[in-house]
């Protein structure tokens, strides 16, 4: 089955995605690190997001064409964003494998 021209603009659109982070974080090594720059803990909040974000969304994909699955999405991702923000600020260590346990009940979730 060839592929559509959707599926050919979803794959490029991925690419450059993919090129981006990965010059973001080429720039980050050989310039880095600034002081406007977040620490490690909040990169690894970024990760965490996308992460159960990309898991969720994958699973759910019949449900895509629904509004109400969107705004269902945005809401836990607000709720998730919110609750992390304050255990991170709450607390002055935070090791990234920290991240793992609080993912997987959220994932189950």
Do not use: D
Not at 5 to 13: A, L, P
Not at 18 to 29: E, F, K, M
Not at 41 to 69: D, E, P, Q
């Amino acid at each position: 089955m060839p592929p559509t021209r959707k599926r050919i603009v979803e794959y490029v659109v991925a690419i450059l995605v993919g090129v981006g982070v990965v010059g973001a974080i080429i720039l980050y090594a050989e310039v880095g690190p600034f002081a406007w720059m977040p620490s490690l803990r909040w990169w690894g909040l970024a990760a965490n997001t996308a992460l159960l974000v990309w898991v969720t969304i994958k699973s759910f994909r019949r449900y895509w064409h629904r509004r109400s699955f969107w705004l269902t999405m945005t809401g836990f991702i607000c709720i998730h964003l919110l609750a992390w923000s304050a255990v991170l600020l709450s607390v002055s260590e935070w090791g990234l494998l920290w991240f793992l346990p609080p993912l997987m009940i959220e994932a189950g979730c």
